[in-house]
């Protein structure tokens, strides 16, 4: 494989993964972004290992195998932020095998005895869960290692990028860089809150409102809203005190925890996953990763290996 000059413009968890998989392969490789990695949509995600809000099934699927296994294995790297955590999802009516359960090496069903009143079903997961303002960090630390700068830089167009291959992971940008029309926000809202405890994750997406809590090491994120179409980054107080309120209903503790700080993102949806090989005006090959919704951190190392695929043959 020829070793090119390779341009990724975006620096949340998809830019900076496909970065790091592109310098390890040999490529000369530098990060074009309009904020820098700890100011991307990337920060807010409660990053708890699961295919959300992404398609197509198969895709999403393998994609996530392979983003399981990479975690895992970085799990074992120190300051890396990723841990292996138990969780539980939780169903108040009976629920079949998810899609993408076989891209899980442990999936089974919640004991009936360790499910919360009204509760009927749930999902029991032990999955790579990611503290992402750590990871970020840890990720550009690597990025260094190998000779990688991050330039922020707002581009109106790709043809602005320099270097001989531009891969394309701005998210939600590339609504307007590419007039790309089937992308769409959907925003999450959380708390964080001081870690009270909380050893596993536990998620309710059954009642109308996406309910989680997302353990880390110092903190807690209580989650959270996915509002279609709202485009708001302002946190709502209103909406703060009710995701506080259904996370407490679910562990008491939570209601009780100090509060630390609240933020909102847009998760980047769009009917599918959009990670394909083009040209730029200028003549230029171009691959294109953008359109994760929920799933970014979950498919980022996956997508990533397709990326180094995608460029070894432009």
Same mark, same amino acid.
């Given at each position: ?143 260094? $290692? ?70 880390? $090491? ?97």
């Amino acid at each position: 494989m020829s070793h090119m000059s390779v341009t990724v413009v975006g620096a949340g968890i998809v830019g900076l993964s496909a970065a790091w998989r592109l310098a390890e392969a040999g490529h000369t490789v530098g990060v074009v972004a309009a904020v820098r990695p700890a100011q991307t949509t990337s920060v807010v995600a409660a990053a708890i290992w699961y295919p959300y809000l992404a398609f197509p099934q198969d895709l999403v699927t393998r994609w996530s195998g392979v983003g399981y296994r990479e975690l895992v294995g970085l799990a074992a790297e120190p300051g890396s932020g990723v841990r292996i955590r138990r969780g539980r999802e939780l169903f108040r009516e009976p629920t079949p095998d998810p899609w993408w359960c076989n891209a899980v090496p442990d999936f089974q069903r919640v004991p009936p005895d360790q499910l919360p009143p009204s509760y009927v079903d749930g999902y029991l997961l032990e999955v790579p869960a990611v503290d992402m303002p750590r990871h970020l960090s840890w990720l550009e630390d690597r990025l260094a $290692e190998r000779g990688v700068g991050i330039e922020v830089r707002r581009l109106d167009r790709l043809e602005e990028a320099p270097g001989g291959v531009v891969v394309n992971c701005t998210g939600l940008g590339s609504r307007d860089l590419l007039a790309d029309a089937d992308l769409f926000p959907v925003r999450g809202q959380v708390v964080v809150v001081e870690q009270f405890g909380l050893d596993e994750w536990l998620l309710d997406d059954t009642s109308g409102e996406l309910t989680y809590l997302a353990p880390r $090491e110092e903190t807690v994120v209580l989650g959270g809203t996915a509002q279609q179409g709202v485009e708001d980054l302002i946190p709502d107080p209103q909406l703060a005190l009710e995701i506080v309120a259904r996370c407490a209903a679910l562990v008491p503790a939570a209601g009780r925890a100090r509060v630390l700080e609240h933020r909102v993102g847009l998760r980047p949806a769009r009917p599918s996953v959009r990670l394909e090989r083009g040209e730029l005006a200028d003549g230029r090959p171009v691959v294109h990763c953008y359109g994760h919704g929920g799933a970014g951190v979950t498919m980022s190392y996956g997508c990533a290996r397709d990326i180094v695929d995608l460029v070894a043959k432009a």
